[in-house]
């Protein structure tokens, strides 16, 4: 039963419409945690009293239920897809901040005494030590974050979407359609899998 509504919204052609709003908002999400992440951590990085200051509020922040949030966002932004997004952003932006800096902040200090004997500063620091030494760390948390960025548009597609797998799920169990449940609950871990595979593709040609 599941295989034949799962190939009735193939033939129709209802459900790659759902995949790519998804595909889309989680992409879009998870390019911005992964600027903002590393832009805010090399800030943090770079300003140890700034670090000192948001440290407590990043951890906060990160270990607040996002589902929480989520309604929030809905009365701050509207029902649209910029909310769906912000919330696949806020999953992910705040463990990816403190990880990345934790990671930064462990950086060979015999290599950083070296820079500073040599009159850099820290602009070579980062550009020179820092940043080459955490590809490694920055790769590892990007394949955590793209999973996180397509549970956190989930949760917004439940409570503001018109289109996608989230809005899908929500819609067929309000409808007792349970095969075309669990052929967007299937559909929805293969795109997990895939997005996955995508950032281990990524990691091995870096």
């Known amino acids: 039963l599941i295989a034949e509504t799962f190939l009735s919204m193939c033939r129709d052609q209802s459900l790659f419409a759902h995949i790519a709003v998804t595909l889309a908002e989680t992409l ?12 805010t951590a090399i800030l943090l990085w770079c300003s140890p009293r700034t670090s000192q200051v948001m440290e407590p509020y990043l951890v906060v922040l990160n270990s607040l239920p996002k589902s929480a949030l989520a309604p929030l966002l809905i009365v701050w932004l509207g029902a649209n897809e910029r909310t769906i997004v912000v919330s696949g952003m806020s999953v992910a932006i705040f463990g990816s901040v403190i990880n990345l800096y934790s990671g930064f902040c462990q950086a060979d200090p015999d290599k950083l005494k070296l820079i500073e004997t040599l009159g850099g500063h820290k602009k070579e620091k980062l550009t ?4 080459p030494a955490s590809v490694p760390l920055i790769i590892s948390v990007m394949k955590v974050n793209i999973g996180l960025c397509l549970v956190g548009v989930i949760i917004g597609e439940f409570l503001s979407a018109k289109a996608g797998l989230g809005y899908l799920i929500t819609y067929a169990s309000q409808t007792f359609e349970m095969t075309k449940l669990m052929s967007a609950l299937i559909i929805l871990c293969l795109l997990s899998w895939i997005l996955y595979q995508g950032v281990t593709i990524l990691e091995k040609r870096l």
């Open 128 to 131: 020179k030590i820092v940043l």
């Open 28 to 39: 879009v999400s998870f390019f911005f945690v992964v600027i903002l992440g590393v832009g």
